[in-house]
């Protein structure tokens, strides 16, 4: 990696205060010659965040940084390096634009190495700085050939489980789950999902055949076809390695399971389902903090005003704040980045959840386990006397919990919790539906943020065009289409799967409660008086924010038809 020929990198340190002054004073003493070996210190004891610490190396070197684990780089490009060279200079190809490859290097001064790579590839390179150990992951994960994948299925295409079917022939069933064409097969199935940054991994069985489909940028994507006998031992492999019953196909099973994928440690949660044709198979991949890390506000792509009521709401010193939306809608992503935020010394930060799917330095996790009678009621009551500050509880499932965390809430904790509504106005009066006291509740509400993730169009085939007035009728009253409105879209293309769509990002409607909303949850009134009020204070609906980012080309008119519904008129 290159060295700064200058303090810039110390510089920059000391300006952005990430680093306390004592603490950087010893990294410089202990590597003076070696700011390299400080960059790396940095990351692998948790002091600065992976992105931010090479972000203000690149800066000082003067190139951009670029995380090469959070780019889906199409395989099998014709911009690609060969693997033997890639490893040999660390450095890998991610995106071809405009007629310049941009290039991952861990030295993207090195000229005569840039000289090299324009010879052979016959075309402009245009070097970003990227962490060395970011770059040997990827080209780790970029590289795993899909022959492999293919040879494991033609080898198990030829194994027939014979009576290994039958319930209670374990011996058999063990010998099959150890087969190593099948732990190849599988361990290909995880790591596609990893390198397309899929949330979900579905295995699903139909009449004579099986299908494995991964969920990316929340759509699902066919991966691989499988005979029906295939499907079968792939269910075995997976329940094996999650510990549950591989013999019992009658009963759902729940478990969970980690892998080490290149040098990132990678935790599943499996649930299986039997099903008319056989088992199904759902496995959610948690977090995926190791190779995209956790997302900052900005990151989580909120309005100014939503992100102002958010922030406001979060950092008082007490009250609940709730987050809705279905299973999936990123709201323990969002609940953790306002922990990240919250984050310091002088808080005593717990969550309590079902499973842990991230892990924050200095908080401290706490997961429900429901064989002992361990729920979240039970380890809420008992990190109540743990002198906390701030409590995440993963999410309110029953009225005692709820009562919980409104009366920690009114005893100066801060709580915040994920409940299961359609916007954000009905979270309250579900709470009150639930057994919790108006009263109580009035005080205690800090805001609720109902959230969607919608894809987010690619920026490599993006498109503008002019939609039809039938169109536009959806969404705006017809004396008020502001004029022509440009919108746009993805054209598919290798970088995005052929999709049109890289990534997602997250719409969201925020109810920050004021007192006339106190007022009226302490009366129990009606859904539509607090639904007026709130709109009066300046509430932005689910579709009205993604209406918004579609204008702004973040996202398409479909993806709003697909989250969101026609407001609701309260007059």
């Known amino acids: 990696m290159v060295e700064t020929k200058s303090d810039k990198f110390i510089e920059l340190l000391t300006e952005s205060g990430e680093v306390e002054a004592t603490l950087l004073g010893s990294l410089v003493s202990r590597n003076k010659d070696n700011h390299g070996a400080i960059l790396t210190e940095l990351i692998d004891k948790g002091i600065m965040k992976r992105d931010a610490a090479g972000e203000l190396w690149a800066t000082a070197i003067g190139y951009t940084y670029v995380n090469p684990l959070n780019i889906a780089i199409p395989p099998g490009a014709d911009f690609e390096i060969p693997q033997e060279m890639a490893k040999r200079i660390n450095a890998i190809a991610l995106y071809e634009f405009d007629g310049h490859i941009t290039m991952a290097m861990e030295d993207p001064t090195n000229q005569p190495l840039i000289d090299s790579l324009e010879k052979?590839?016959?075309?402009?390179?245009?070097?970003?700085?990227a962490i060395p150990e970011d770059i040997t992951q990827a080209i780790e994960l970029h590289y795993k050939s899909d022959t492999s994948f293919d040879a494991a299925l033609r080898e198990l295409e030829?194994?027939?489980l014979g009576e290994a079917n039958v319930a209670g022939e374990k011996d058999a069933l063990l010998r099959l789950v150890e087969s190593n064409a099948l732990v190849e097969m599988t361990n290909q199935i995880f790591v596609a999902a990893f390198r397309q940054?899929?949330?979900d991994i579905h295995i699903e069985a139909h009449k004579g055949y099986g299908t494995v489909r991964l969920r990316v940028d929340g759509h699902l994507r066919d991966l691989v076809s499988l005979p029906e006998q295939l499907h079968r031992a792939l269910i075995v492999r997976i329940k094996f390695i999650s510990e549950l019953d591989i013999a019992d196909t009658r009963l759902p099973q729940d478990g969970r399971f980690n892998l080490e994928i290149g040098t990132y440690s990678q935790d599943f949660r499996l649930s299986t389902l039997p099903g008319l044709h056989g088992e199904k198979a759902v496995i959610r991949l948690l977090g995926q903090a190791g190779s995209k890390g956790l997302p900052n506000f900005d990151e989580l792509m909120f309005a100014r005003s939503n992100l102002l009521r958010f922030r406001h709401a979060v950092a008082k010193p007490n009250g609940v704040f709730i987050v809705t939306g279905p299973t999936g809608s990123g709201k323990t992503t969002t609940l953790y980045s306002a922990l990240d935020y919250?984050?310091?010394?002088?808080?005593?930060?717990?969550?309590?959840?079902?499973?842990?799917?991230y892990q924050l330095p200095g908080v401290n996790h706490f997961e429900v386990k429901h064989k002992i009678e361990l729920d979240f009621n039970r380890v809420l009551r008992a990190a109540l006397r743990q002198d906390p500050d701030v409590i995440l509880v993963g999410e309110v499932r029953d009225a005692e919990t709820a009562k919980i965390a409104v009366e920690a809430a009114l005893t100066g904790h801060m709580v915040l919790t994920t409940l299961h509504t359609n916007n954000a106005i009905q979270a309250i009066t579900r709470l009150i539906e639930m057994g919790v006291d108006p009263y109580m509740l009035a005080p205690a509400l800090n805001g609720v943020m109902s959230q969607r993730l919608v894809g987010k169009i690619c920026e490599s085939c993006k498109e503008s065009y002019q939609p039809k007035e039938d169109i536009l009728l959806k969404y705006f009253e017809k004396d008020s289409i502001p004029g022509m409105p440009t919108f746009y879209r993805g054209k598919g293309c290798p970088h995005c799967h052929k999709t049109g769509f890289a990534g997602r990002l997250g719409v969201h409607e925020i109810v920050e409660v004021s007192e006339e909303l106190r007022d009226l949850i302490g009366k129990r009134a009606p859904l539509n008086d607090m639904q007026?009020?709130?709109?009066?204070?300046?509430?932005?609906?689910?579709?009205?924010?993604?209406?918004?980012k579609a204008m702004l080309g973040l996202t398409t008119l479909e993806e709003v038809?697909?989250?969101?519904?026609?407001?609701?008129?309260?007059?």
């Open 120 to 129: 052979y590839l016959l075309k402009k390179v245009s070097p970003a700085f």
């Open 158 to 160: 030829a194994f027939t």
């Open 197 to 199: 940054k899929a949330s």
């Open 342 to 357: 919250l984050n310091d010394r002088d808080r005593n930060i717990m969550t309590i959840e079902d499973p842990v799917e």
């Open 532 to 548: 007026r009020t709130a709109n009066e204070l300046g509430f932005v609906s689910l579709r009205a924010d993604a209406l918004k």
């Open 561 to 571: 038809e697909r989250i969101t519904v026609p407001e609701y008129k309260t007059d």
